[in-house]
């Protein structure tokens, strides 16, 4: 068999976050803060959801998949960021390091897609109130949402298939505080052509495709929205969009500044600044937005918290 299609590694060193020794645990305890933030906003707000029957309409049911996909992609990559604050190598084995990037790919993509879900939704919701609910039926959702990771599934496979074909024989250590992709390119002897070719096409469709999706949605949303004669309403309707708009900005925004442009051109350092976006921040940012200042949510929670002084 091709020698190419073995690595001679068996482990890398993730580099971190920073290098500066000063900062290794005021990082460490505001990224484990963070990540309690994150695991309780979404696991709370999927129980929310799933427990009351006022939140059983396509809105939540895409809610608690996009609450589901913020905890894996948490899950996935802030434990081992964590693990790399307080020891001085954080060594991660080679099937340890395409398995995170596996999955890392996978709930980033369905991420990307569940969010043009959600728009599709709110468009539907506001644009043809009368056809919402034959539009968006639990058929249709559960359509959508299968759609959504069939799509996370394939396009985490490819990038993870041609990823194992490389060979990795010259320094160990990624220059990452996770297992991405263009940072494992920079340590490959293969010849990476067709992985950064597959990098700027997947992500091309996984980002570019849902950001044209939501923009789209939006801009008919808000065309809705001028035709409401109520300011009151108006107002409200804008606040909701430009929350929701900020939302999605930061996480496409900071995924297209890494991916969207060839290794050789993008920065490292500056990438893993865009990517504690993506992977930390937005899961912990996205029930906020979506779901704990929506009137519904609070309604069910402090019903939930006042029966419980009863118990």
């Given amino acids: 068999m091709d020698a190419g299609n073995h690595s001679s590694v068996t482990e890398f060193i993730l580099a971190g976050l920073t290098e500066q020794p000063r900062l290794q645990l005021p990082l460490f305890f505001l990224f484990l803060g963070i990540y309690v933030v994150t695991v309780v906003e979404n696991l709370g707000m999927i129980t929310l959801i799933r427990l009351s029957s006022h939140l059983h309409t396509p809105m939540y049911y895409f ?3 996009l609450s589901f996909i913020d905890f894996c992609q948490s899950t996935v990559i802030t434990p081992k ?3 790399n604050f307080v020891t001085k190598q954080n060594i991660i084995s080679y099937s340890e390091c395409m398995t995170q990037l596996y999955f890392f790919s996978t709930f980033a993509i369905a991420e990307c897609h569940m969010l043009a879900a959600m728009a599709y939704d709110r468009y539907v919701a506001i644009c043809n109130p009368l056809l919402y609910n034959v539009i968006m039926s639990y058929h249709i959702c559960f359509c959508l949402t299968v759609g959504v990771y069939i799509l996370a599934i ?3 496979t490819i990038h993870t298939g041609f990823m194992l074909r490389l060979l990795f024989c010259k320094n160990k250590v990624i220059n990452h505080y996770f297992c991405d992709l263009f940072p494992l390119l920079e340590l490959s002897c293969s010849s990476i052509f067709i992985n950064e070719l597959l990098v700027l096409v997947l992500s091309a469709f996984n980002i570019l495709t849902p950001a ?3 923009l789209t949605s939006y801009i008919f949303i808000l065309r809705s929205i001028l035709q409401i004669h109520s300011p009151e309403g108006r107002s409200k309707a804008f606040s ?4 929701h708009i900020s939302a999605v900005a930061v ?3 900071s995924a297209a500044f890494m991916y969207l442009q060839p290794s050789s051109v993008s920065s490292m350092d500056q990438g893993k600044v865009s990517s504690v976006f993506y992977t930390c921040i ?3 940012l996205n029930p906020l937005i979506y779901s704990l200042r929506n009137k519904d949510v ?3 929670l402090e019903k939930i918290l006042e029966r419980g002084k009863y118990i």
Avoid: A, H, K
């Fill in 240 to 243: 909701t969009c430009s929350s």
């Fill in 298 to 300: 609070r309604f069910v």
């Fill in 81 to 83: 960021m964590l693990v």
């Fill in 212 to 214: 044209l999706t939501i």
């Fill in 154 to 156: 394939i396009g985490s």
């Fill in 282 to 284: 937005v899961p912990m």
């Fill in 63 to 65: 809610l608690s998949n």
């Fill in 251 to 253: 996480f496409f925004g």
